[in-house]
Nanobody, 125 residues
Framework: QVQLVESGGGLVQAGGSLRLSCAAS????????MAWFRQGPGKEREFVGG????????TYTDSVKGRFTISRDNAKKSVYLQMNSLKPEDTAVYYC??????????????????WGQGTQVTVSS
């Protein structure tokens, strides 16, 4: 299993940018897909985007396509979420998630078995 710690959240005005980081520990990080989820006030936790184990493919939910970018650095055991052109509706707690060893990229929450504690992102209008 992988241990995850997110950082980089904060308060930003609409149209601004933030970069979230997720630091991982554990042997399986470089061999598993990683993802970002978010949970807004009164909402279900939803998939934001994900990346394959080698960074070769990414996928995003429609509402963030063209604005958010996921990347990873396996040497540093880190995954990142660059968020541009932020909107008030992006306000949420953002969670980093790791799949099981060898897991393929998935948009389903149940596919991920390791989660960080979350980092708050607040976008003011």
């Amino acid at each position: 299993q992988v241990q995850l710690v997110e950082s980089g959240g904060g308060l930003v005005q609409a149209g601004g940018s933030l970069r979230l980081s997720c630091a991982a520990s554990g042997r399986t990080f470089s061999s598993t897909a990683m993802a970002w989820f978010r949970q807004g006030p009164g909402k279900e936790r939803e998939f934001v985007g994900g990346i394959t184990w080698n960074g070769g493919r990414t996928t995003y939910t429609d509402s963030v396509k063209g604005r958010f970018t996921i990347s990873r650095d396996n040497a540093k055991k880190s995954v990142y979420l660059q968020m541009n052109s932020l909107k008030p509706e992006d306000t949420a707690v953002y969670y980093c998630a790791a799949g099981r060893d060898g897991a393929v990229l998935s948009t389903f929450r149940a596919s991920y078995n390791s989660w960080g504690q979350g980092t708050q992102v607040t976008v003011s209008s």
